[in-house]
């Protein structure tokens, strides 16, 4: 019997972990506390779902999200009441912004405790502002069946929510009165005589929820009439990375524009089904960097219209350059959210690229036919070769550049793993220089490594339990990270136990914040060190051995190919990468100039 009939508690909370159970909720982390003693009960005692109970509810929050961004599902994520759920709100924030479904359930003191200096009680209603798709607080529990298909119904609604119309948080808050433990008695006697579980769950099922589209519209004339044109394939995360990739080269093909693929997007992985496809735009539009026939490459090449795919790619470079010449734009993407951070002239396609589909181009909105350029077509429109030249000529100079790069740059770290990583393996860019290294020399390959990233907020909180939780029940992974993100979450390492599966750490330790070498305020001493570049001198072989995690120092570029290739299956270690952030600093203005 899935249903605890012990108390009013058991009840309420093992019927909201059944239901969840058979929408389809797998997985459900746990963190310890008093108040919660109810859900921590029921979500255990469910055969189905696997409970993970995680001590920091900062690292647990954040590894919910990973396991969530993985499977493209809700993972339910449970605390106790008063600060524990504040600890949560970071991760809310990064899965409003980046669209991931958590169920965020708060075990809370009943009304009659609040607001009367009761022991570890604060305001929890609406405690996450306006960043979850939807939230309520229950009822207090109740064994009247009215209550209960409340409950169900509840649940149900919230489990949607997470999902449409755009994937992102929720928040449950759920009062509980004593007794908390499963202490038996005789109020649930009735109930239970009369209670048929597969009646009252019967309409519920964890079938994949289906959207319903509005017509696709016509494609824009002005897209099969331009040869000024290209796509830009920015930050995306898709299920299914073979088929985003597929269908944006056949939109490329289709019309004839070069893709500008940012680094996390999965098209650079996937290079065989793009073959206009750009990877080094931000250097091409840094007109210092050009070659003396390509000055003023950024004027050359500026598009009359501009196909949105997703998010903008990180790079400052290309967002100033869009910024500057306002070209027309199109963005496609299924959400009903403003991916405009330009203010320009946009306008937005409530579609995928995937939903488009062949029968969008099959005819245009005047009647004519769409025609497919061929790769040998010999007419391919200047502006399309003059893009590929460039990307052939900037693409080489940094491979040039690299390949001879003995010492430990950690520029290089990113283009060395898109060729030696394992095909198919699942990669977390940690924040601030990672992110960027990768955008700027990461190769296009067919290596179909899946990359994932926080670029919802854009913070460096939670990086190493994200990443666990993409690696938990995954393939062997492994995350790129500097030195002060790692510290940020060191809490993480207390999932070592939990973990199935293996995750490798490559860490860049430059002992501080790169990034901020590269910003002007690296001119200004003091307050810069101590205050920017925050050095922290952590030893992390005793770090690691303090929480039983496997290190090694990396000496050379040669070690670390050896050490990535093939990965562990079990287990967590870190690859120490020891580099010097002020050389690299004067390398990357260099090279960018």
Known sequence: MPIDFRNTNTVWASILAETLQRLGLTTAVICPGSRSTPLAVAF??????????VLDERSAAFFTLGIARKSGLPVAVICTSGTAGANFYPAVIEARESRVPLLILTADRPPEMRDCHSGQTIDQVKLYGNYPNWQTELAVPSVDMGMLSYLRQTIVHAWERSQFPVKGPVHINLPFRDPLAPIPDTTTNLLQSQFQPEAFFAHISHSPLQKTHSPFPNPPTEWQKCDRGIIIAGLAQPQNPREYCSAVGELSKTLGFPVLGEG???????????????????????????????????????PEIVIQIGELPTSKELRAWLNEYQPQRWIIDASDQNLDSLHGKTIHLRISVEEMGSGFFGVGSGGEEFG?????????????????????????????????????????AAWLLSQILPPETPLFIANSMPVRDVESFWVPGNRRIRPFFNRGANGIDGTLSTALGIAHRSESTVILTGDLALLHDTNGFLLRQKLVGHLTIILINNNGGGIFEMLPISQFEPPFEEFFATPQSVNFA???????????????????????????????????????RKVDARWRQMFST
């Not at 570029?557 to 010097?580: A, D, M, S, Y």
């Open 372 to 412: 497919k350029i061929s790769l040998l077509d010999t007419t391919q429109s200047n502006y399309l070769a003059k893009w590929c030249e460039v990307e052939a000529e900037v693409r080489s100079k940094i491979d040039r550049k690299m390949s001879g790069i003995s010492q430990l740059f950690e520029g290089k």
């Open 44 to 53: 255990a005692q469910n055969t189905k779902i696997e409970a993970i109970p």
């Open 264 to 302: 996390l997007s999965p098209v650079r992985n996937y290079a065989e089904l793009n073959p206009y496809l750009i990877s080094s735009y931000d250097l091409i539009l840094r007109d210092g960097y050009a070659q003396p026939r390509h000055r003023k490459l950024a004027e050359t090449l500026k």
């Open 542 to 580: 005793q770090l690691c051995g303090s929480y039983g995690v496997e290190h090694h120092l990396i000496e050379s570029w040669g070690e670390l190919q050896e050490l990535l290739n093939p990965l562990p299956k079990v287990g967590i270690r870190v690859l120490e990468v020891p580099t010097n």
